[in-house]
Protein backbone atom coordinates (compact mmCIF):
# COMPACT_ATOMS: atom_id res chain seq x y z
CA UNK A 1 0.00 0.00 0.00
CA UNK A 2 1.19 3.26 -1.04
CA UNK A 3 -1.17 5.93 0.77
CA UNK A 4 0.77 4.54 4.31
CA UNK A 5 4.08 4.88 3.08
CA UNK A 6 5.45 8.65 4.00
CA UNK A 7 7.51 8.58 0.94
CA UNK A 8 4.39 8.88 -0.83
CA UNK A 9 3.00 11.54 0.79
CA UNK A 10 1.38 14.43 -1.51
CA UNK A 11 1.61 11.88 -5.21
CA UNK A 12 -1.33 10.06 -4.02
CA UNK A 13 -4.86 10.66 -5.36
CA UNK A 14 -6.20 12.25 -2.39
CA UNK A 15 -3.16 14.61 -1.89
CA UNK A 16 -4.50 16.74 -5.18
CA UNK A 17 -6.13 19.28 -3.02
CA UNK A 18 -2.67 19.63 -1.12
CA UNK A 19 -0.18 19.96 -3.95
CA UNK A 20 -3.25 22.21 -6.14
CA UNK A 21 -4.00 20.02 -9.08
CA UNK A 22 -7.07 18.62 -10.50
CA UNK A 23 -7.60 15.29 -9.23
CA UNK A 24 -9.28 14.33 -11.98
CA UNK A 25 -6.24 14.77 -14.01
CA UNK A 26 -4.31 12.35 -11.56
CA UNK A 27 -2.24 9.27 -12.28
CA UNK A 28 0.09 6.91 -11.05
CA UNK A 29 3.32 8.22 -10.32
CA UNK A 30 6.31 6.80 -12.23
CA UNK A 31 8.89 4.81 -10.41
CA UNK A 32 10.99 7.72 -10.83
CA UNK A 33 8.66 10.38 -9.22
CA UNK A 34 8.39 8.14 -6.18
CA UNK A 35 11.91 7.48 -5.23
CA UNK A 36 12.72 11.92 -6.20
CA UNK A 37 9.62 12.76 -3.79
CA UNK A 38 10.73 9.74 -1.11
CA UNK A 39 14.01 11.30 -1.47
CA UNK A 40 12.90 14.67 -0.26
CA UNK A 41 10.43 13.71 2.05
CA UNK A 42 13.34 11.60 4.07
CA UNK A 43 15.34 14.93 3.77
CA UNK A 44 12.11 17.20 4.59
CA UNK A 45 12.16 14.55 7.67
CA UNK A 46 15.87 14.73 8.94
CA UNK A 47 15.43 18.66 8.68
CA UNK A 48 12.47 18.61 10.77
CA UNK A 49 13.98 16.30 13.58
CA UNK A 50 17.18 18.15 13.58
CA UNK A 51 15.42 21.39 14.09
CA UNK A 52 13.31 19.69 17.42
CA UNK A 53 16.99 18.45 19.02
CA UNK A 54 18.52 21.94 17.97
CA UNK A 55 15.37 23.88 19.74
CA UNK A 56 15.16 21.42 22.94
CA UNK A 57 18.97 21.38 23.12
CA UNK A 58 18.59 25.81 23.13
CA UNK A 59 15.98 25.90 25.34
CA UNK A 60 17.47 23.32 27.90
CA UNK A 61 20.92 25.59 28.35
CA UNK A 62 19.33 28.79 28.04
CA UNK A 63 16.57 28.60 30.84
CA UNK A 64 17.90 31.49 32.04
CA UNK A 65 16.92 33.60 29.17
CA UNK A 66 13.86 31.84 27.79
CA UNK A 67 12.86 30.15 24.72
CA UNK A 68 14.96 30.39 21.68
CA UNK A 69 13.06 33.42 19.77
CA UNK A 70 10.12 32.03 17.47
CA UNK A 71 11.02 28.32 18.96
CA UNK A 72 8.76 26.55 20.83
CA UNK A 73 9.09 23.06 21.09
CA UNK A 74 5.47 22.26 22.06
CA UNK A 75 5.15 23.59 18.58
CA UNK A 76 7.23 21.17 16.94
CA UNK A 77 5.24 17.94 15.92
Request: hydrophobic share 30%; with cysteine; glycine share 6%.
Amino acid sequence: MHHHNTGFFGLARDDCRIVRKRQRDWKFPAEGQRAVNNTQMKRIHTQHEARKQFVAAANQNDDDHGPVDGANINDVD
